[in-house]
């Protein structure tokens, strides 16, 4: 089945440590993106990349960073140097610029003490 | 961005129709209208999206007004299944590649 998958569902670390999150797609999509969504709020960009080794900067890309090395995999890497990375973590895909609708996975909930 | 107003919670009765309405009213003429919902601890998931005319899909329909300052999401006969958190989202045609959620409105099945 094609779909995006991240793993994992629930994630906890320690603060002042690095962790990355993973992001895979086999829907052969050129575009993917990581949001982050606070309780009771709406999906704020982090970052997305348009094509492979290519990423841009989102709306809240400081203390987290990317690499995009293959078409399928976009990992995302909290830093220690973000202030609140408790949060539930989103990755999406699509298939370009626009008006094309984007695929979600499931999520990655990240809790940080 | 063009931003987006949506009321805060809706209930419906199951198996009924439900129209979900959005305001939009700085959209501009490339913008087009996005439709996502969020099941609990879920991932968003896409139901429908539309620039000038009406749009009908297995999901849902979408009816946009005339002057596009305005659109409504009707799921035309609610199940227990629809009952989540509905994002209308504008998205810029030209490849700016923001999906601003806002809050969205909060639907509730009453069986």
């Known amino acids: 089945d094609g779909g995006i998958t991240q793993s994992p569902k629930y994630l906890f670390r320690k603060e002042g440590q690095n962790v990355t999150l993973s992001c895979e797609q086999n829907?052969?999509?050129?575009?993917m993106y990581w949001y982050r969504q606070d309780p009771g709020q709406g999906l704020r960009l982090i970052y997305y990349?348009?094509?492979?080794?290519d990423f841009q900067k989102g709306d809240i890309a400081e203390g987290y960073s990317v690499s995009r090395e293959k078409k399928e995999s976009f990992p995302l890497t909290v830093t220690s140097a973000q202030k609140n990375p408790t949060a539930f973590y989103l990755c999406?895909?699509?298939w370009g610029t626009g008006s094309y609708e984007q695929y979600f996975g499931p999520g990655t909930r990240l809790t940080v003490t | 961005d063009a931003k987006t107003t949506q009321p805060n919670s809706m209930e419906s009765n199951e198996e009924e129709p439900v129209h979900l309405p959005c305001n939009h009213s700085?959209?501009?003429?490339?913008?087009?209208i996005h439709w996502y919902r969020q099941l609990p601890s879920q991932g968003p998931e896409y139901v429908i999206h539309?620039?000038?005319s009406n749009v009908n899909n297995r999901m849902a329909s979408l009816a946009i007004a005339e002057d596009r300052k305005s659109s409504t999401l009707i799921l035309h006969r609610a199940t227990l299944r629809d009952a989540a958190v509905y994002y209308c989202i504008l998205r810029d045609g030209f490849g700016n590649e923001k999906l601003t959620f806002g809050t969205g409105t909060r639907l509730t099945i009453i069986p």
């Open positions: 829907l052969n999509h050129d575009a």
């Open positions: 990349s348009q094509i492979v080794n």
């Open positions: 539309g620039l000038t």
């Open positions: 999406a895909s699509s």
């Open positions: 700085t959209i501009s003429g490339t913008d087009y």
